[in-house]
């Protein structure tokens, strides 16, 4: 399935962006735009770039709320707002103006927010399809799955950790999150060829999201299989539910497509026939939407930088607003923050065109609630430094 191509110059290291179009808010962030600093006005710029093949996040073609992380500081009484910005195909949209974000509050537009720019380290558990019933199947399995995870640690930053799993009839761990760039350089050269064996896949991907529950910090589970399952104990089913309610998104980079064309290439494809690809491919789209990941679909499996480019830089990157309500937070009453994209010279939704000028279906916004409570003693007790407080009598930190 091919994407959109949607375009926007915003700097090298990002392929597959937006269009955005008119105006003050159609501008490039460029190179020359810090980590945490948004773009200020300048000309604008565009260049066409070929966004990479992936099936869209069904959150975004549904058009659900995303959800924003929502803080409430009672002593100061702020409000920060934590989100990402993605089109209805799933693409990122990592530089905006300040001046493209409407903040509401209970429907009432917040005069004073402010917008930075946040990167954050990320936490990856990366699971490898590694065994099979069939030869052919085992052997590109060993020519395509260490090329295709190698290129991820490549992209890795240096506060970015990894663990790596692979499963065939079991799960096996084969490197933590404390192991080192040259352990893992090492293991992608050193991997045994795939042994016979059931292909558990629903078995693996329940207990790989299961071991990610423990983990703090941005995390996502990336999946480097064909989906195909021969015996597991957990049905798909069962599998679906577990994505749904695991708290990480998965990435799958589907290599059904080239595993098939690699085996009927070389082998009689009778008896693959009992493998459905299809049904297969149809179910790790399910699962990539259930948790709000997504799915890629590579033409090759040895050039996946674009892929991993974008990947990355939707899991690092989040947009962070801060307000103080222009009314009344004394009270404990639920409030709901809304943002919105929009140009500012008309008040109307950011309008998002394709490389042929289309308008684009994509009315970009979040939404999400909190609760709004007086600060308590031991709210201002923890704004007050520490040595003032020990100055002060007041309580202190044991």
Not at 193 to 201: A, R, V, Y
Not at 241 to 254: K, L
Not at 264 to 269: F, G, V
Request: glycine share 8%.
């Amino acid at each position: 399935m091919r994407m959109i191509t949607l375009t926007k110059h915003i700097s090298g290291f990002f392929t597959g962006l937006l269009f955005l179009t008119g105006g003050v808010y159609g501008q490039s962030a460029g190179p020359g735009i810090k980590k945490n600093e948004l773009p200020t006005a300048r000309a604008a710029s565009y260049t066409r770039q070929e966004a990479p093949n992936r099936v869209a996040p069904a959150v975004l073609q549904q058009e659900k709320k995303q959800k924003p992380e929502i803080d409430f500081d009672a002593t100061s009484g702020i409000v920060t707002i934590k989100m990402q910005l993605q089109d209805l195909n799933g693409s990122l949209i990592p530089y905006v103006r300040r001046d493209n974000f409407a903040v509401y509050e209970n429907g009432v537009r917040q005069p004073n927010a402010t917008v930075e720019i946040e990167h954050a380290p990320v936490s990856l558990a990366v699971l490898l399809e590694w065994g099979g019933r069939y030869q052919a199947l085992n052997k590109a399995l060993a020519q395509q799955v260490p090329q295709a995870a190698h290129q991820l640690v490549d992209e890795l930053g240096p506060k970015d950790r990894i663990a790596i799993f692979r499963y065939g009839d079991r799960v096996d761990q084969v490197a933590d999150f404390s192991s080192g760039r040259e352990t893992l350089d090492g293991l992608f050269i050193g991997l045994n060829k795939p042994e016979f064996s059931e292909l558990n896949f629903y078995d693996a991907l329940i207990a790989t999201l299961d071991s990610m529950k423990k983990v703090n910090g941005r995390k996502a589970v990336i999946l480097i299989s064909s989906g195909v399952d021969t015996f597991s104990k957990a049905s798909y089913e069962q599998a679906l539910a577990a994505a749904r309610d695991s708290g990480t998104p998965i990435y799958v980079i589907n290599i059904g497509p080239g595993l098939r064309e690699s085996v009927e290439r070389t082998s009689n494809a009778g008896p693959y026939a009992r493998l459905d690809w299809n049904r297969a491919a149809k179910e790790l789209q399910e699962i990539a939407k259930a948790c709000g990941g997504r799915v890629y679909v590579p033409d090759s499996i040895f050039h996946l930088s674009g892929v991993y480019d974008d990947l990355m830089e939707n899991l690092r990157v989040r947009y962070v607003i801060t307000y103080k309500p222009a009314v009344d937070t004394n009270t404990a009453a639920e409030r709901v923050a809304r943002v919105e994209l929009i140009n500012p010279q008309t008040g109307e939704p950011l309008e998002v065109v394709d490389a042929n000028g289309k308008s684009v279906r994509s009315k970009v916004f979040v939404e999400g609630r909190y609760v709004a409570r007086t600060a308590s003693v031991a709210d201002v007790s923890k704004s007050i430094p520490k040595k003032l407080q020990e100055h002060a009598g007041g309580p202190t930190a044991h």
